[in-house]
């Protein structure tokens, strides 16, 4: 238990004072360190937008269960929304919410909104249905089609989702090695999902010392 307490005590002060580290790229840098597809593409990129959940074990709380239910997993998790640069670091991580928070509800429940500046774009898969959410403040979310009761889609949106789709890339390469770290690639014991925020935040934050993140093309 000493040692157990040793380290909540050590990951919540390292997770303090690398929070004051601001990780959010200015647009000015955001663009210089751009790589070319994105340039052609998709200029306006801020931020690759990801939701991943960790493992945690079984809630003794029948409550506690249900909210960390994920349905996707079919096991109880936390689920965390990250954000990571075009240029393939990790910018933003929000605290986690229960493995049955959809989402949209990560993202509302985050500060992302406040962060981003109009006329940026953030890229995100299917499930990320925020425009609403963001339009107000002029930020565009670049998401593949939907199929709204069609049979199929017209051959350029698939070109165009595939296109889309080889750019996400970006933001799934860092959130795995976020999980090469042994206490995200398990079951988090009960004694830290109360830490579970301040662990994975320190995890992406040495993931993105890390050389090599994304592999520069031949």
């Known amino acids: 238990m000493t040692v157990s307490n040793i380290f909540v005590s050590m990951i919540s002060f390292i997770a303090e004072q690398w929070g004051k580290i601001n990780t959010w790229l200015s647009r000015s840098l955001t663009d210089y360190y751009m790589p070319e597809s994105f340039k052609k593409a998709y200029p306006s990129t801020r931020g690759i937008i990801d939701g991943t959940e960790v493992f945690i074990a079984k809630p003794s709380n029948p409550r506690l269960q249900q909210a960390t239910w994920s349905s996707y997993k079919n096991a109880n998790t936390v689920k965390v929304l990250v954000t990571g640069n075009p240029c393939g670091l990790i910018s933003h991580t929000a605290p986690a919410f229960g493995g049955a928070t959809s989402d949209r509800q990560i993202v509302e429940r985050s500060d992302l909104i406040n962060k981003c500046q109009k006329g940026d774009s953030l890229m995100a898969d299917r499930g990320f249905n925020v425009q609403d959410m963001f339009a107000p403040k002029g ?36 959130i795995g090695l976020t999980k090469t770290y042994t206490i995200l690639s398990q079951e988090l014991d009960a004694h830290y999902v109360n830490i579970a925020s301040e662990i994975f935040f320190v995890s992406a934050t040495l993931c993105n010392f890390r050389e090599n993140i994304v592999v520069k093309p031949k």
Do not use: S, Y
């Open 139 to 174: 930020v565009t979310i670049n998401i593949p089609a939907f199929l709204k009761g069609r049979d199929h889609l017209p051959g350029t949106t698939l070109m165009k989702d595939r296109k889309l789709a080889r750019e996400r890339v970006h933001i799934e390469r860092p």
